[in-house]
């Protein structure tokens, strides 16, 4: 039995290849296939992408791109190639270097290559938190939304409980305004002022695909974000690790059936 469920637990095994800089910092891994056979895996010459993890990644549409990270910086790299199995990783092989050219048809060139790469750095590193604060909430919301129901199912909760978490819930909908834009203005064809996401997401689109340097505007659009986002994210955090932790807790204490976010508490009879 004990080897059936070593079975059943194995971890897929991978191919994977490693791309490394001039420094040797591993800038992109990438799987490849482990069938039999001659394979070719093409790498993008681009960092990993800063979104948050998908297991089942979106397929590119008409009007859609997948994600990407920052296109590298000419230079010389190495790739080498290792097996997974079992999740101990094995080399295979000897690095091989390979150089990364620019083709030379921008219009607008950078002068500085390096500062580029540097700016969509910090923007890419701006964007992981960002989109993840506005999945963290999302999560946030669904754990309210549980714990109401089970509020209600639980007779011998105090309503103080309830009202926490419907005043929680107003707090992470005035906090979501300004991650990601009053919707009730926007249903209505009224103006706003951009949110916190969306100064993120147009320095990126405009950036990124861009070998020319950042215009003061995007400059302009990446500062306003960070302040304003380094202001609003201890707001997320202390209702989410606190105040949302503690009625959970609170819910727990007063016999609410199983939410999203606990573990239940027992003790024999």
């Given at each position: 039995?004990?080897e059936?469920?070593?079975e059943?637990r194995?971890?897929a095994?991978?191919?994977?290849?490693i791309?490394?800089?001039?420094?040797?910092?591993?800038?992109?891994?990438?799987?490849?296939?482990?069938?039999?056979?001659?394979h070719?895996?093409a790498?993008?010459?681009?960092y990993p992408?800063?979104?948050?993890?998908?297991?089942?990644?979106?397929?590119?549409?008409?009007?859609?791109?997948?994600?990407?990270?920052p296109m590298v910086?000419?230079?010389t790299?190495?790739v080498s190639l290792?097996?997974?199995v079992?999740?101990?990783?094995?080399?295979?092989?000897?690095?091989?270097k390979?150089?990364?050219?620019?083709?030379?048809?921008?219009?607008?060139?950078?002068?500085?290559k390096a500062e580029v790469l540097?700016?969509?750095k910090k923007t890419?590193?701006?964007?992981?938190a960002?989109?993840g604060?506005?999945?963290?909430a999302?999560?946030?919301?669904?754990?309210i939304?549980?714990l109401k129901k089970a509020?209600?199912?639980?007779?011998?909760?105090?309503?103080v409980l309830?009202?926490?978490?419907?005043e929680?819930e107003?707090?992470?909908?005035?906090?979501?305004i300004w991650?990601?834009?009053?919707?009730?203005?926007?249903?209505h064809?009224?103006p706003r002022?951009?949110a916190i996401?969306?100064?993120?997401q147009?320095v990126?689109?405009g950036?990124?695909?861009?070998s020319?340097?950042p215009t003061?505007?995007q400059l302009?659009g990446?500062r306003?974000a960070a302040?304003?986002f380094?202001?609003?994210?201890?707001?997320l955090?202390k209702?989410?690790?606190?105040?949302l932790?503690?009625?959970?807790q609170d819910?727990?204490?007063a016999?609410?059936?199983?939410?999203p976010g606990?573990v239940p508490?027992?003790?024999r009879?």
């Amino acid at each position: 039995w004990e080897e059936l469920q070593a079975e059943m637990r194995e971890e897929a095994p991978a191919m994977l290849l490693i791309v490394r800089d001039e420094d040797g910092q591993v800038v992109r891994q990438l799987t490849g296939p482990v069938k039999k056979g001659m394979h070719r895996v093409a790498w993008d010459l681009r960092y990993p992408s800063s979104e948050p993890t998908e297991l089942n990644p979106p397929k590119p549409g008409p009007f859609s791109d997948l994600p990407v990270g920052p296109m590298v910086a000419p230079g010389t790299y190495t790739v080498s190639l290792a097996k997974r199995v079992d999740g101990q990783v094995i080399p295979i092989g000897e690095p091989q270097k390979f150089p990364t050219e620019p083709l030379g048809l921008a219009s607008l060139p950078a002068e500085d290559k390096a500062e580029v790469l540097a700016f969509q750095k910090k923007t890419a590193r701006l964007q992981r938190a960002v989109l993840g604060a506005g999945r963290a909430a999302g999560e946030a919301q669904n754990r309210i939304n549980h714990l109401k129901k089970a509020l209600d199912d639980a007779p011998e909760a105090d309503p103080v409980l309830a009202k926490r978490a419907r005043e929680i819930e107003q707090r992470l909908k005035d906090l979501l305004i300004w991650l990601e834009g009053d919707k009730v203005r926007s249903a209505h064809n009224e103006p706003r002022p951009p949110a916190i996401r969306e100064r993120v997401q147009r320095v990126i689109y405009g950036q990124w695909a861009s070998s020319s340097a950042p215009t003061q505007t995007q400059l302009d659009g990446y500062r306003i974000a960070a302040e304003e986002f380094g202001q609003w994210l201890p707001g997320l955090r202390k209702l989410i690790e606190e105040d949302l932790r503690q009625l959970e807790q609170d819910a727990e204490t007063a016999g609410a059936p199983w939410t999203p976010g606990r573990v239940p508490q027992w003790q024999r009879d």
